[in-house]
């Protein structure tokens, strides 16, 4: 595929995340993905990067690596770290990780940075990063492991999920809800329409 749509003859706007929850925010904001494909990318951390710059390396290596399969089209791409002072948490994975990300997060303030990445058609490329400190109450035992028994958790930053069962966790928030979600949509509209793309597809209206 080229990245264009064959009916149309107009730029795919592609999305180059398997999330559930970033394809919902782009198709509230009017901005449905054309196309879902996923950018395979080794997501350890270098060593002393800070938890902000690995954000946003890995939203630019996954738009990069999106964009050579659909090198006419519009890419989206990003990444989300939950960070606790200079540590970077894990994507859990095992039900240990999740543990411990709540343990730690239980009580607590952190930081929760998404890095995004755009790529325009003509390779024009465009980066944010954009930021929340999110504050947990301090959970319970039975807290912790009712929310490990509801698999929530799973390959989600820090181990937990604001626009699930976790949303009850958290008594305050400072800085954009979305980002926390996984995608900040001010901005990435924004970063879109920087870019070229045609404001009116929002509205379902074509150039």
């Not at 301090?138 to 626009?163: D, F, M, N, T, V």
Request: aromatic share 4%; glycine share 12%.
């Amino acid at each position: 595929m080229t990245g264009a749509d064959g009916a149309a003859g107009r730029p795919q706007l592609v999305l180059a995340s398997a999330s559930d929850r970033r394809v919902m925010l782009l198709t509230q904001a009017g901005l449905a993905p054309d196309l879902v494909a996923p950018a395979d990318v080794d997501e350890t951390p270098l060593s002393g990067e800070k938890p902000a710059e690995l954000a946003s390396r890995l939203a630019e290596l996954k738009a990069r690596r999106a964009r050579e399969e659909q090198p006419g089209a519009y890419v989206i791409a990003a990444d989300t770290v939950v960070a606790c002072g200079r540590r970077t948490l894990p994507k859990a994975e095992t039900l240990d990780q999740a543990r411990s990300c709540l343990e730690l997060l239980s009580g607590r303030r952190h930081d929760v940075i998404t890095g995004v990445a755009v790529i325009a058609p003509d390779g024009r490329l465009a980066r944010r990063r954009v930021g929340a400190r999110v504050t947990f109450k301090r959970l319970s035992l039975i807290e912790i492991e009712g929310y490990l028994a509801s698999g929530e958790w799973r390959g989600k930053a820090g181990g937990y999920a604001i626009q699930g069962l976790a949303g009850a966790f958290i008594p305050d928030i400072s800085g954009s809800y979305t980002a926390v979600v996984g995608l900040p949509l001010h901005e990435t509209a924004a970063m879109l329409e920087g870019l070229g793309f045609p404001p009116g597809r929002r509205w379902g209206r074509e150039p």
